[in-house]
């Protein structure tokens, strides 16, 4: 049986009751796969979900149906704004990522592949990125990132890197997700100094500064730091 809980994505799957607020509708979700509004509330189907991406037109929920036999099933759903229209789309992998690139919607799953939205259907598109990756940008460049294994793993794997400006990275990071800040991509290493913060040139991919900054937690913003 697959794990119900989205490594890395949602470290809250055991409270189940807690809800999240996307920010453009407004709507809340429940990790147990509701959607409310102040004047509605609809049950999406999912027994777990893990991931929320809005849009101008209403809000896609990642998640997993579970069987009679206990088997997870990866699903995506839509629901529109007002909550009365809903869309599912089964999925063979787990829905890592939703983004915009190039005015197009993708979906990105945890193995690396990408589907691009036609109409209400997902069709297979060749962008194929690294397994586990997280678009940081699809605006200028499109940036990825991929986060370092557990500690009984290899250290060395986590890293960032362009597809489009064709550079890599070596960036051990798990707890803090790298983000981009007035053009530089910001990555904080956990191994083997933990708390070092890299600011990287999204250009040629060449970190352009190192500090120490131990104090720096997970939820962070660290485009607070680059203005220090």
Known sequence: MKNLCKSGVILLCSWLNACAVVEKSKLQWRYDGRVFSPLAEVNTGLD??????????????????????NINHPY??????QLNRQIEWPQTQAVEQLFFYKKQLYLLDETGHTQIKTDNHWREHPLTL???SRVITSEKALIACVPTPLASADYTRGHCYSITKNWRVDIAWRSVTPTL??????????YPSRGTLHQIDIDSGKIIK???????????????????
């Open 130 to 132: 690294s397994a586990n």
């Open 48 to 69: 777990n979900a893990y991931y929320a991406f809005d849009t101008p037109e209403g809000l896609y929920l990642a998640g997993f149906k579970v069987d009679g036999k």
């Open 76 to 81: 995506l759903v839509f629901i529109n704004k």
């Open 210 to 228: 190192s500090s120490s900054e131990p104090q720096i937690t997970p939820g962070q913003s660290l485009c607070d730091l680059l203005m220090n």
């Open 181 to 190: 800040c007035n053009n530089i991509l910001m990555a904080v290493s956990d």
